[in-house]
């Protein structure tokens, strides 16, 4: 797919730190309970830390207990890029990625039991995104 954000990896590369680069240029994931939003309340707009899309909003921040911020909606539908991803053997997960540069954010997955309007927990790595608080 083409991404209204197109970069060379060297520009990447330049661009992030490696932690950064690693999650959102080659799907990793930061451990759980490590990232500086995982329990966060503050009001604001997450964007993508590689092209500053917005792609969620922190009233649908919830808490999942699962070591990672969690999102019950994006921003906009066209916000993030839903992939099948089966790199895990036995364990097929949805992939959320920037739908601007294609960065890799983390997984979606529904059917959970939340009590949220959706019943999706948005998995998202707190490196591959950054909070714009709202003052006011």
Not at 94 to 103: I, K, Q
């Amino acid at each position: 797919m083409g991404y209204k954000v197109e970069k060379s990896d060297e520009e990447w590369r330049s661009e992030l730190t490696p932690e950064e680069y690693h999650v959102l240029r080659e799907a990793g994931t930061e451990r759980p309970f490590t990232g500086e939003y995982n329990e966060t309340k503050t009001v604001g707009i997450y964007t993508c830390r590689g092209c500053g899309t917005e792609l969620f909003r922190s009233g649908t921040k919830f808490e999942s207990h699962c070591g990672w911020p969690s999102f019950y909606d994006p921003a906009d539908s066209d916000a993030v890029e839903l992939l099948p991803d089966n790199s895990l053997p036995g364990r097929p997960r949805t992939e959320v990625r920037c739908a601007t540069c294609g960065g890799h954010l983390g997984h979606v997955f529904e059917g959970e039991g939340y009590d949220t309007p959706t019943d999706q927990r948005y998995c998202i790595n707190s490196i591959a995104i950054r909070l714009e608080p709202v003052v006011g």
